[in-house]
């Protein structure tokens, strides 16, 4: 099992920045990558960014690229997501995922077994 915890969302006026974090507990040593996505209100899950459990090769939806970034700390098992120029519509619940298995393309919600409980950012305008 791989425990999951997200912090750090909250409200920011459009133009603001907030870092997520995401602390992996458990069996972290399963732990292929690393993916954040995010989920609107009557809207399906949505892909954020990903990145190896080694630290290595980020990758981001088009929308995010250039404003989000996505990093891991190896010794606190933990990977960040910082969001710069927020806008309105980056407005949802993210959540942090973590695929054990490798399988699947990064970008897809069912390469991911365990999700964590989500944080709510709110974009002002």
């Known amino acids: 099992q791989v425990q999951l915890v997200e912090s750090g969302g909250g409200l920011v006026q459009a133009g603001g920045s907030l870092r997520l974090s995401c602390a992996a507990s458990g069996r972290t040593f399963s732990i292929v990558a690393m993916g954040w996505f995010r989920q609107a209100p009557g809207k399906e899950p949505e892909f954020q960014a990903a990145?190896?459990?080694?630290?290595?090769?980020?990758y981001y939806a088009d929308s995010v690229k250039g404003r989000f970034t996505i990093s891991r700390d190896n010794a606190k098992n933990t990977v960040y997501l910082q969001m710069n120029s927020l806008k309105p519509e980056d407005t949802a619940v993210y959540y942090c995922?973590?695929?054990?298995?490798?399988?699947?393309?990064?970008?897809?919600?069912?390469?991911?077994?365990?999700w964590g409980q989500g944080t709510q950012v709110t974009v002002s305008s």
């Open positions: 990145i190896n459990w080694s630290g290595a090769n980020p």
């Open positions: 995922a973590a695929d054990t298995f490798g399988s699947r393309p990064y970008y897809r919600v069912d390469a991911y077994h365990y």
